[in-house]
Nanobody
Framework: QVQLVESGGGLVQAGGSLRLSCAPS????????MGWARQAPGQNRELVAT???????NYADSVKGRFTVSRDLAKNTVYLQMNSLKPEDTAVYYC????????????WGQGTQVTVSS
């Protein structure tokens, strides 16, 4: 059973920064893609930043230029560096992993709360 363990959420003022971490139970290279999604109250979950096994990244328009997804293969950890945070970034953030086997559903972490105060 795949587990994604997240850490790093919290409360920050607008304009501040936070870094989230996600450590999968197996090698991150066993996934075709890893990344981060968020879900605000009453809204759908949306992917905001992803990185393929080859290192290519993709970002939602709402976070481009402010968020950066990265990884440390030696630590088997994926990060989301969030800068210039806005109150509208407030949400539960979930680590996401996609299997090479496309018939399998995505894996999700337990979620970590990020709250940005104005």
């Amino acid at each position: 059973q795949v587990q994604l363990v997240e850490s790093g959420g919290g409360l920050v003022q607008a304009g501040g920064s936070l870094r989230l971490s996600c450590a999968p139970s197996g090698s991150m290279l066993s996934f075709s893609q890893m990344g981060w999604a968020r879900q605000a109250p009453g809204q759908n979950r949306e992917l905001v930043a992803t990185m393929t096994s080859g290192g290519s990244t993709n970002y939602a328009d709402s976070v481009k230029g402010r968020f950066t997804v990265s990884r440390d293969l030696a630590k088997n950890t994926v990060y989301l560096q969030m800068n210039s945070l806005k109150p509208e970034d407030t949400a539960v953030y979930y680590c996401n992993a996609r299997s090479w086997r496309v018939v399998l559903p995505d894996y999700w972490g337990q979620g970590t709360q990020v709250t940005v105060s104005s």
